[in-house]
């Protein structure tokens, strides 16, 4: 992010102000891992202070880096609509929080297996009214592409916003055409009628987050679902086809 960026600047730099940050779990782990490395960054709600930069190691450094939270997110999601269970390692409730809140509104479960580890399963889906994207700790906007393949696979209607990116939602033509019942309000706002049954077509990667929202879709789809462009996606998620098929799904990467 942009946050992370200036972040590293100004340790080099020396000193700087950040207005307005970003404030997610991986933007707070970076924070942590210069304050080892020396650097003095004062939090505040609307800035970021560095008052002191990178100090010079006498010793090695060990950091641990934690989850991804969007991939936790995006697996959780693809337990969901396959109707299978999942267990999380590396995340808690307390990171998850603003994502479970969403999760849970749509009837996923979630339990904790013991330190970092949670289990992770679909019950009966249904569509809350709506889901609404936002600054962190709010939901947020990266993983709105997989929230509305979850509202496909949920009963009712659910208005999906995403206040904050105009080509959020310029993907879900590829939903349809697999058979899911979406409708485009605005460029920021789709709403969603499940459960759908999807069926498998040859699709193309258009982001990172539509990509792997198109994956999952086709995870729950009737019949073989191909995606180009894969190496779009690849920018965003590791080893994904081996990773799907360790936990059950059918599916491989072709050259």
């Known amino acids: 992010t942009a946050t992370e960026n200036a972040l590293i600047l100004f340790s080099a730099l020396g000193q700087g102000i950040i207005e307005n940050p970003a404030r997610e779990l991986h933007v707070l782990t970076l924070v942590e891992f210069l304050r080892q490395l020396g650097c003095e960054i004062e939090l505040h709600p609307l800035w970021y202070r560095i008052r002191s930069g990178i100090s010079s190691q006498e010793k090695e450094l060990v950091f641990q880096v934690p989850a991804d939270y969007m991939d936790a997110g995006t697996i959780a999601i693809a337990a969901a609509v396959t109707g299978g269970e999942v267990q999380l390692q590396g995340v808690s409730k307390e990171e998850l929080r603003p994502i479970l809140n969403i999760f849970e509104q749509f009837g996923l479960q979630f339990e904790e297996m013991g330190n970092q580890e949670l289990k992770v399963k679909g019950v009966d889906l249904t569509n809350p009214s709506q889901v609404t994207a936002g600054l962190w700790p709010s939901f947020p906007t990266d993983l709105v592409s997989l929230a509305i393949v979850l509202a496909t696979q949920s009963k009712g209607l659910c208005l999906i916003h995403d206040w904050m990116y105009e080509a959020r939602m310029f993907f879900i033509d590829k939903l349809i055409r697999m058979g899911a019942k979406l409708t485009m309000c605005d460029p920021h706002r789709v709403i969603a009628e499940g459960p759908s049954l999807l069926r498998g077509t040859q699709l193309e990667s258009p982001d990172i987050r539509a990509g792997m929202a198109l994956v999952v ?16 996606i690849q920018r965003g998620y590791e080893r994904v086809a081996e990773r799907l098929s360790s936990i059950g799904a059918q599916i491989s990467e072709e050259e």
């Open 217 to 232: 879709a086709g995870l729950c789809a009737d019949g073989v679902t191909t995606i180009e462009h894969i190496e779009v």
